[in-house]
């Protein structure tokens, strides 16, 4: 179904739209130049119904996602939380992936946005396993790009911006064209910086590893792990990671909001540990969904009712 075509609202500068107006003009300066930021956040279905997972972190991302652009907000935080609740409310759903985009008007064209109004929507919808229906089942196959993650003077890769993901297009689409489900990119120095929508964790001897990079998105999912596998008695650490270590890691998952924790059983036609998804990769896994479900007491204060 067309994204555009749909029952529902959308939050737009503070009006609830029906679905199908929520529309901006073609001159819109962040259409032409890529200039913005965006959060994507899910809600689950919890047993106390549904309920948005790591919402403040979320929100700090985006607010700092705008600081580093300098794009002033003309909203409050505290306006932005409760826009995210109702745009699950509003529109019905028992889960969804919410979508808060900051972009400039069309108030004026030319590169430099001075004059250009900020604008906010917030959308959300139902979206199901990221990566294709067995992917968290099964695991995916990865290819190591071609493109280079940003050098962190090219695009401030703390701030989630939307000029980030012409990069992350480009991987995944090459990755997709050669058969694989996604792209892992490298960042300028060669060294594993993320997935075109994920980090990534290594399992080698027990231990987590993950990518010591400036390349790569300051993942929500990521810090989530790095609890779990704490409480599991687990240490996580991060280093440089060179793509052969990939190759030989006894497992490798990436994690991102959409994608969850999804199991990597193949990385340039090399198969990691035995091909399948592996115990550790299984218990951050599980654990994962029991906290996102609303399934664990000790993290409840991860879950906003909506
Ligand atoms: N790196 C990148 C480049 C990235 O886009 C994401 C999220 C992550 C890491 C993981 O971040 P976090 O969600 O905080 O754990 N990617 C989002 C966009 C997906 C999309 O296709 O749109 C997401 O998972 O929501």
Known sequence: MSMENRDGF??????????RDA???VLTHTLHYGYGCFEGIRAYATPQGPAIFRLDAHLDRLLDSAHILAIDLPWERQALAEVCREAVGRN?????????????GPEK??????????HVMVAAWPWGAYLGGDALEKGIRVRVSSYARHHPNVQMCRAKAISTYSN????VRE?????????LLLDTEGYVAEGSGENLFLVRDGELLEPETTSALDGITRRTVHTLAREAGLTVRAKRITRDEVYCADEVFLTGTAAEITPVVEVDRRSIGSGTPGPITRLIQARYFACVGGLDEAHRDWLTPV
């Open 10 to 19: 959308i939050w737009l500068d503070g009006q609830w739209l029906p679905w």
């Open 23 to 25: 529309k901006v003009h």
């Open 92 to 104: 019905g759903l028992e889960s969804a992936y919410i979508r808060p985009l900051i972009f400039l």
């Open 109 to 118: 064209v030319g590169v430099d946005p001075a004059g250009a109004a900020t």
């Open 168 to 171: 992350s297009i480009l991987a």
């Open 175 to 183: 990755a997709r064209r050669d058969g694989y489900d996604e792209a």
